[in-house]
């Protein structure tokens, strides 16, 4: 467990768009983290971070972090953790140089999400799959480490589904999701296409929530790799005028007899490292079952948990594949840069790094 | 088929709210009805409809309409043909009155719509249901008769399904809805509830969806009534905020092996008795298939068809069912106001009524 | 100045509603105030608050006020303080029958605004208008008192205008509002009504800007009385499709000579009783000036000073009037619930009431 | 006039935008204009319009439009008129080129719209200006010629002043404008931007439309310049979340004395040449007057008169200039293309050009 009492210098990669602000934000008054470094667009770098930085997020940007400059995304820096919200062709060349260098590089991008010796972690969820780090390390002869964090959609699936998958065995699910103009980033989706309308394709989502899911919920065998869960997902995949908050509407097919009431229990019950550990940004309970009609919303529900909790509602039976409900998590917050921001706790409280 | 040198005259219920006005609009310049009187509530009974009616749609009322006297819902006129955009539980009362006195009743409303003798009618998809009618007057002794349309989110589903069915048969389906706030009348969804918000509950609405599709998909049997189409249905329905158009997403499985090809084929190849008939509110195609990624959209095609078409897109393979696809349907015009007109048109034509 | 070792019992009437939530989140925590009971209305009287309300703002209601029993408007209770967020006819009713019995009522209804003896307070702008109590419980012989609140979209244009009258005089003011749907209460504007639409109107609201401005930036005179500030106002009022955040369009002609750098300093200076007193709901500063081109927005800037301070920007000269510039509130904090808990704020630490 | 038995060739520069695409809209079926040509961005020169646009209008883009290649911007064609709706960098350059080549252009760019013989031509307003020609054409050698038509936010209110201006003189305006999102054309305003929120500033629009307000209202002198109005103005332009209609708050100081019933008369008594003669797009009446407390609204009255009318409403007195009222227009046609369309349609009329 980390001693608390050495902070830790970490820098943010791509911090002026939109995870990158999430990241600055959720940093400020961290209890264990310095942030000292930040990076952003070539044409920008030299700037101060308050110049460079056009702020969309309600209320100001933490005074520290206006005042750092603004380095170049490969420029060098000293901080032993590095939130990475590179875009994807960026974080591909980037994110491993700086693994080279001796970073342990939280990322966001899903450049390296399914490659094999990297863990695409969810603490409450996967948290044995840190092993593959001593793998990662041993084949790469990486001084340093990289981890990923879920797409924005997966994770509150993901996080949904565990205790499930614990208690009874998931073996296939359908889902749809509601998702929030924010998890396109900035400008992301133009407000013409989006007012009065929804826009019922997402590139690549659907893939992204079959193949992500199957591999967090997946086994780690005894070679140091991850044996994808045997469940089979459709995902259709809907943008709405959101600002914030993905809703996933799901039905799942269990291995073994359940009611919704055994559900809403394992739901309820569950508590995982991040929790028992009171990590800082780890939320509890990190599921919360909503007992309304007409709840989750994304407007009164994204919050819960200071954005990190996931919040499930409308449990009941499904007719096709036995039970259905809906599930909302906060997609810039525990959908992004919060989950890094968990991951990087998990190994400092592991003292994996640090 | 109707001569066309006599007009019909017809006559609105319920005709200031939401889906009246939308009668009250596609009835202007209607090849064969004139509309001769209009209901609306007690307490504004005696106005003139322009008097009583807060006009919500694009463009000005049609003038005709607008000085017509507004009549108590139980007032006598002459008119055979009715169209009740009536409440519920008005409807309930006032709807067999109608009936009896000889009128045929075209009703938007859902308290009849499960009845067993009466037709829950889409022209495309089940008109030998017509057939209940002849029961239904035998066995009641009505001079006049009673046809409903179904839910304006279950019509779309069930002309998307009805090619498939014939072709393929449909075993089970997997629906998630994304509503139009029109669908909830006026004033019906609060602002502050759904502006960066999804209301994730529709009171009663997947159940309607379910029960309704499998009477739609019916047969009717040599007793004259319907046997429901034995398909397993799981409906899941959002509201979400746009005006004008619901969004379902599907998945299905089929009886027989087909490709998405196959199922495009199907839907590009429908054509029923309204368009072979060339009834006046009939699309022609009824069903379109976009081959865009991203359509269909509510704000581009909610209108295709002037608002009679269906809309679907992004078929595709299902993991779990097999075909999964996109439709759109305009709720209050193919939905409501819209189905019931293209109900009376085909009972006009088979000079059933009129 | 309060002691602040003895808490005051605080009740809310009118406590479902929109306002009234914005009450009961606000005096969560309060340093000052218990909250210990709340009134709603009659149907309902009996349930807790917790069965009574359907809880709109995020997050959630306060657990000690969700355990309240809900009193009918006019039962008895026991609280010094009472904060009123009754509709318009149940206040000009129930709140003169609570200042009889010996109760502070600090309301947000109109009723009693533009009424001779009745404060019409801001603490930053009139606090001497606070003199009226004396004559009003003189000549109406109440034990107790009601000191009122500005309208929503008035406040942060009275607050806005202070600085300029003090220093520079101001003479005429034009005025076009943005304002938000939560101002209209619940369910208040129809989505219908809102989504891809501007309401141009609402009623009484530009009457009361310029009536309810004119008396706020009135003058005490000798007789207790407050002669109106001479100042020319015209209003228009719109109604936008944002949540929370009225947004002002001002132009001023003052009289003296002042530069935009003149308004801009006198703004930046603004302090007053409130922020000298370190009252609880005091922002301070509470007039925050932008130097964007484009703030403040609604979304970004509502919630400045925990949504108690008002955001000016975009000062330039205008061509007709001398000045311009825009003003920003949040609506249902600094334009009602906190408005009326900084005014009792102000009279406690007074020693007035408590 | 034109004899209309000859069809006459247009272009459109610029055709895949927002307003490009309004411009193939309303040419559709055109009963004088053949569509010929269409520009679009180097980089799909050579495609055929429907492969290079992405239509964004509801319902589908004609036919004949589809299958035209799209040329380079300065490719030649055969057509006497162009339309031109290039971005202002582009337009400058290429919109001088056509004319010398003899075409005459009709431009949405702001190019040249100040520019001293260039006509800011609204055929109902300042029709006289046409005179401008023929010095542009003489003094720069022009075989064709350049009119432009104005920013689509002065256009609606250079209409409502017209007839105030003709019968009672306005000698001030003060106004603010809530502006649609499609003004900005696409991908334009980010939807992290606009929902739930207001921008209140659009760069150089408040310019805009002070300064060709003056040149519209302006008179033509003797030696073929045109003396700016002598109006005092003052404009504040804001963003709401809205997709089609500007909604413009009006207040002027008139000349002589006037009643708001004075001003309805004017308006509503307003003729002009386009109505005259019947063109094609002109509407009639090209000013509408709502008596309704909440008309016009973008919803409800953008598309009057085919989205060519504009419409007032709420004409009450102002305490500070005298009168005051709202006035909305369609942006992006009467504010853009069919604002130059009916340009066209007058010089074709009066035998100027085709």
Not at 101 to 114: I, K, L, Q, T
Request: charge should be negative; hydrophobic fraction near 45%.
């Amino acid at each position: 467990m980390q001693t608390q009492n050495k902070r830790i210098p970490v820098a943010v990669l791509g911090a002026t768009g939109m995870v990158g602000q999430r990241f600055i934000d959720l940093l400020r008054d961290h209890p264990w983290f310095d942030l000292v470094a930040v990076t952003g667009s070539e044409r920008r770098a030299g700037q101060r971070y308050g110049e460079a930085v056009t702020w969309r997020l309600p209320g100001e940007a933490p005074a520290a972090a206006l005042a750092l400059p603004l380095l170049a995304s490969d420029a060098p820096f000293d901080a032993p953790i590095v939130f990475s919200a590179l875009p994807t062709e960026e974080a591909t060349v980037i994110e491993p140089l700086l693994a080279v260098r001796g970073h342990a590089v939280f990322s966001n991008a899903s450049s390296y999400r399914m490659t094999e010796d990297v863990p695409l972690l969810i603490p409450e969820v996967n948290a044995d799959h840190v092993a593959l780090l001593a793998r990662q390390q041993r084949e790469r002869g990486w001084a340093g480490m990289l981890i990923t964090n879920p797409n924005c959609s997966t994770i509150q699936i993901a996080l949904a589904l565990k205790p499930l998958a614990d208690a009874f065995g998931v073996q296939r699910m359908q889902v749809t999701t509601l998702q929030a103009i924010s998890g396109a980033g900035y400008p992301g989706v133009a407000s013409y296409d989006i007012l009065d309308n929804v826009i019922p394709y997402i590139s690549q989502e659907e893939e992204k929530i079959a193949r992500e899911t199957r591999k967090i919920l997946g086994s780690l065998t005894d070679d140091d790799t991850i044996a994808p869960a045997p469940i089979a997902i459709s995902a259709q995949c809907m943008r709405v005028a959101v600002r914030e908050g993905h809703l996933a509407c799901v039905s799942v097919a269990l291995a073994q007899d359940a009611t919704s009431a055994d559900l809403i229990a394992a739901w309820r019950d569950f508590r995982a490292e991040p929790q028992a550990l009171a990590l800082p940004s780890a939320p509890d309970p990190v599921i919360i079952v909503r007992d309304e009609a007409d709840r989750p919303q994304p407007q009164r529900d994204r919050d819960a948990g200071g954005g990190m909790a996931v919040v499930v509602g409308r449990v009941r039976p499904c007719e096709i594949l036995g039970h259905k409900f809906i599930v909302l998590g906060h997609n810039t917050i525990r959908g992004a840069a919060g989950a890094s921001l968990l991951n990087a706790e998990l190994l400092v409280a592991r003292g994996v790094v640090g």
